[in-house]
C-alpha cells in the first residue's frame, strides 16, 4: 500500500532532478545532481517488508527501512544534508534556501536582519530569561538572541550552526527545522544544542516562528557566562551592575549621604 502511494512521488522527484542536471550543469567539479545520479539506487522496501515499521532489531536479515520512505542522496555542498523534498518550483521556500538561512548565520548573524521580516511574530517557548513573545525582530534581537551570542563573542570562530532535519516548507508555508548549535562559551565551557524552529514563511523571509530551546543550557550559559547571573563572594562589586531596571537618579542617591546628626560628607 505504502509503497503503491510512494511510487509517483520517486518518478517526480526523478524527473525534477534530471531536470536540474540538465538546467544547471557544474563546470569545475562534481555537481549535486551528478552524484545524485550516480549514487546508488534508493533503498526502496522490498516487496517483502510489511510497511508496519515494526521491525524485529534481532533478525540480521533485516533489510526493510520499515517506513517505506526513500533514502534522499546526500547534498555534497549542504554538508551531505539529505533534503526529503529537493524541488526548486516551490509556492513558499525551498528547503535549500532555508538550510543556506541558518547557516548563513553561523559567520553573519547581521544576515538575521534580512533572514526574518522585521514585524515578525516570534515565540521563544520555555520558562527562562529569554523566553516570550516578541512582535517584532529588534525586540528578539536586542532581549534574546544579543543576549545569548554576546556569551560566545570571545571564541565567535568557533561558532557552529548545522541543520538537523528540515520537513515541510516548498509549498506548505510552515516548515519545520531541527537545528545544531555549537560553540565555546566565553568561559571555555564547551556548548552543543539542537533547537527546534517552527517558521512560516513569505516571499523567502520567516515571518512567523515558535522556537523550542533548550533552557536549561542557555540558563548554564547565562550563569556562566554573564556577570548580572554569577556573583559569587570572590565578586569584587567596583562598577554599577544595576540589573533590567537599570541605573537609578545618583545626583538623588549622594544628596542623601551623610552623618547620623545631619552634616554632609566633605568628599
Ligand atoms: C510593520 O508594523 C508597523 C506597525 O504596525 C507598520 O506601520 C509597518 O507598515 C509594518 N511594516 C511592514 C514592512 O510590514
Ligand atoms: C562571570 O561572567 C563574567 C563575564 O561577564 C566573567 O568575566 C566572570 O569570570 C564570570 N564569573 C564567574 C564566577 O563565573
Ligand atoms: C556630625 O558628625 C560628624 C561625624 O561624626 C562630625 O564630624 C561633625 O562635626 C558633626 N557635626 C555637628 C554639627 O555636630
Redesign the pocket.
Known sequence: MLLQHLLPALTLTTAVLSLTLTLSPSPNHDSPAQSILTSPPSPFDDPDCDGTGLIDPNDPNNHCTGDGLILPAPDPDREGFRFENPSTDCQYVTQMHIWDSFKNLEKDMSKLFTLI???VSFTVVGHHPIAGHYT?LLHFYVNALRRVSVLFMEHAEKFEIHPQAIHGGCDSRWSVQEVQFKGVMNSGDPFDIVNVWVTRWYRDQMVEIRTYIDAPKIMDALHKNEIWWNGTTLRENWRYMPGPAGMPDLRELEGLLGYPNGSKYEN
Open positions: 521580516h522585521k514585524n517584532d
